[in-house]
């Protein structure tokens, strides 16, 4: 099974076969998670705004790999927005990658 997936976790061949309802709480969860890491949980609207971008930007994902393209970068928001407290900005970035830059930007470097 390919691991190469923009939802953390999941395989091409799981998001695939994921219903509208499955991608939906795996979204809610990483946006949560992101905004709890980022000391942001408490934001219930924006943790919510983030999700819904998160999540529909994987419907997207699963819609080009039923038709048989290849995965790209989607446009997300980025999950460091929350944590920093700003308005959320779109960028290109892929689900991982806004979740890691939260996490990077809350979390100080090893030294």
Same mark, same amino acid.
């Given at each position: 099974?390919?691991?190469?997936?923009?939802?953390?976790g999941?395989?091409?061949?799981?998001?695939?076969?994921?219903?509208?309802?499955?991608?939906w709480?795996k979204a $809610?969860? +990483?946006?949560?998670?992101?905004?709890?890491? #980022? =000391?942001?949980? %408490?934001?219930? /609207?924006?943790?919510? @705004?983030?999700?819904?971008?998160?999540?529909?930007? $994987?419907? +997207?994902?699963?819609?080009?790999?039923?038709? #048989? =393209?290849?995965? %790209?970068v989607? /446009?997300?928001?980025? @999950?460091?927005?929350?944590?920093?407290?700003?308005?959320?900005?779109a960028?290109?970035?892929?689900?991982?990658?806004?979740?890691?830059?939260?996490?990077?930007?809350?979390?100080?470097?090893?030294?």
């Amino acid at each position: 099974a390919s691991t190469d997936c923009a939802v953390p976790g999941v395989t091409k061949e799981q998001l695939l076969a994921a219903g509208n309802q499955d991608l939906w709480q795996k979204a $809610w969860e +990483t946006s949560w998670q992101a905004a709890d890491a #980022g =000391g942001r949980a %408490g934001e219930q /609207e924006e943790v919510y @705004a983030e999700a819904q971008k998160l999540w529909k930007s $994987w419907l +997207t994902e699963r819609e080009r790999l039923k038709k #048989g =393209g290849a995965p %790209g970068v989607v /446009e997300v928001a980025s @999950a460091s927005s929350i944590s920093a407290g700003v308005k959320l900005e779109a960028k290109s970035l892929s689900p991982q990658q806004a979740v890691c830059a939260a996490l990077k930007s809350r979390c100080p470097d090893d030294e």
